[in-house]
Structures are given as C-alpha cells and as structure tokens.
C-alpha cells in the first residue's frame, strides 16, 4: 500500500509542479512580447482579456493609430479610428465582479465589445493615455 500511495502523491508533485512551470513560463512569455513592444509604443501592460468565462493573459500596447493585444497564441489590433466605444469600469458586462485590484477596459468596434482586465494602477494610465469616447450619433447618421 505504501509504494502506491507514494507514486500518487509524486504524480500529483509532478503535476502541480508542471503547473507552476507553465504559468511562470507564459509570465515570460507575456514580458518578452511586452519588451518588444515597449519602443514604439505610448503604453504598454500586462492585462487578462475576458472572452466568457474564460480569462486569457495578454500583453496590451497603444501605438498612435493601433490597440494590440498578443500573447504566445494570440496576434490582434484595432485601428484606433475603428473602435466605437472606450469605456473603464469596476464590471464586467456580465455583472461579474473581478476584484477590487483591477478595472475593466472595455473597447467597442462595429458591435463586438472586447473586454480586458487592468490593475487599477496601470487602468490610469490608460485612461489618460486612451480616454473614454461614446459613439457618435452624428457620425452614424
């Protein structure tokens, strides 16, 4: 019973161990993709991008005409003069709270809203940076 129990309990290390590697890992990952992106940008972050229930790590960076959001897996932007709505907020649309620590950057762009977490830190630099902007009735008309 005991070598049993000791190769469970040594599956289980292995595992928890893999855990903490990959999360370490994808940390780096995130860095590298942020340092790249450091030189020709205004801004640059570390932020989760909410797709569901689903949080995914990403590195956002603003240029003067592009929002970018990467990660290892992951290459998109927006043209800045393609988002409709900007808009910071303690929520997300689902209602769901996040945490007291971070803020919600939600952009919209031709009905699709993509939603990202911020620390709150980080989340003013970003509102300076990238102000809210409302949809322009004029504009659609």
């Given at each position: 019973?005991?070598?049993?129990?000791?190769i469970v309990?040594?599956l289980?290390?292995?595992v928890?161990l893999?855990v903490?590697?990959l999360?370490m890992?994808?940390?780096?990952?995130?860095?590298a993709i942020?340092?790249?992106?450091?030189s020709g940008s205004k801004l640059?972050?570390r932020a989760d991008?909410?797709?569901?229930?689903?949080t995914?790590?990403?590195?956002?960076?603003?240029?003067a005409?592009t929002f970018?959001?990467?990660?290892?897996?992951?290459?998109?932007?927006?043209d800045?003069n393609r988002?409709?709505?900007?808009?910071?907020?303690?929520e997300l649309?689902t209602g769901?709270?996040h945490?007291?620590?971070c803020r919600?950057?939600r952009l919209?762009?031709?009905?699709?809203?993509?939603?990202?977490?911020?620390?709150?830190?980080?989340?003013?630099k970003?509102?300076?940076?990238?102000?809210?902007?409302?949809?322009d009735?004029?504009r659609a008309?």
């Open positions: 019973m005991l070598p049993g129990l000791a309990i040594g289980i290390a292995v928890a893999t903490v590697y999360r890992r994808q940390g780096d990952q995130l860095k942020m340092d790249k992106r450091r640059v972050s991008y909410v797709e569901g229930a689903e995914i790590p990403v590195a956002l960076a603003l240029t005409d970018y959001y990467e990660n290892r897996d992951l290459e998109a932007s927006f800045l988002i409709d709505e900007i808009e910071y907020s303690d649309m769901k709270r945490g007291e620590d919600v950057l919209r762009s031709h009905g699709t809203t993509f939603e990202y977490l911020i620390e709150k830190g980080e989340s003013k970003w509102e300076t940076t990238l102000p809210p902007k409302t949809y009735v004029a008309v």
